[in-house]
């Protein structure tokens, strides 16, 4: 059974019911990899402004769940749309808000098992397997599980290590903007893995949208659990 009501047959019949058109793949990618570079932006600033201060009083985990409180609180407002249908907002903040939680915690100790580039891959891998699986639950889409935790892995870490090598050239000249521009590049990179993600775990409710009322409906009614 999906989570918060994600399954296919209640995405097809909300977004009938509303008249919903669906999101086209480049509409999908566009919306998560824009939407979410801004998202990363402000959910870098902890670190990259006050990275210092807050790391001496809340530790290094404490400083990276301050980051990610900030990623949860700014995504649903820009990104709930990867969502077909109406009640995305709403929707989108449960979803995201448990699984990119998890991503943070696999990711937190990925990287502080190991750290370096073998604590980053860890991490990445590690986060982007919790995240993956949690999507394709929620969506009732588990035959896309290692389709997912691959477009995620693989755009998130290309986003994620490109902003490593920009970092590094930046940074002897301007410290912030080099921290900042990794933001970016992550942004780009996990938010085009998400716009990616989504699609995919709604395939089903795609299908079932743009088949007759009449087939959708009585297919609805087949898949419904017993009273």
């Known amino acids: 059974m999906g989570w918060f009501q994600l399954d296919p047959e209640s995405l097809a019949a909300r977004a009938r019911a509303a008249g919903a058109v669906p999101p086209t793949l480049p509409a999908s990618l566009l919306r998560g990899a824009a939407g979410f570079t801004v998202v990363s932006v402000a959910g870098f600033v902890p670190w990259a402004v006050f990275g210092h201060w807050l790391g001496k009083r809340i530790g290094e985990a404490g400083l990276y769940a301050t980051c990610a409180i900030v990623f949860i609180g700014l995504a649903g407002l820009l990104l709930h749309r990867l969502i077909l249908g109406p009640g995305s907002l709403n929707r989108f903040y449960k979803l995201f808000g448990v699984s990119f939680a998890a991503y943070s915690l696999a990711w937190i100790a990925g990287w502080m098992s190991l750290h370096g580039h073998p604590g980053s891959v ?84 795609r299908a079932l949208l743009a088949a007759p009322a009449d087939f959708s409906s009585s297919n609805a009614r087949v898949n419904a659990p017993m009273a």
């Open 122 to 205: 860890a991490g990445l891998l590690a986060g982007t397997a919790v995240m993956g699986g949690m999507l394709v639950t929620a969506f009732e889409a588990r035959g896309q599980l290692l389709t997912v935790i691959g477009a995620l892995f693989v755009l998130n870490s290309l986003g994620y290590f490109v902003g490593g090598v920009c970092d590094g050239a930046i940074y002897a000249h301007s410290a912030l903007t080099a921290k900042l521009m990794w933001g970016v590049c992550y942004g780009l990179g996990l938010g085009a893995g998400l716009g990616l993600a989504f699609h995919l775990c709604q395939s089903r409710a």
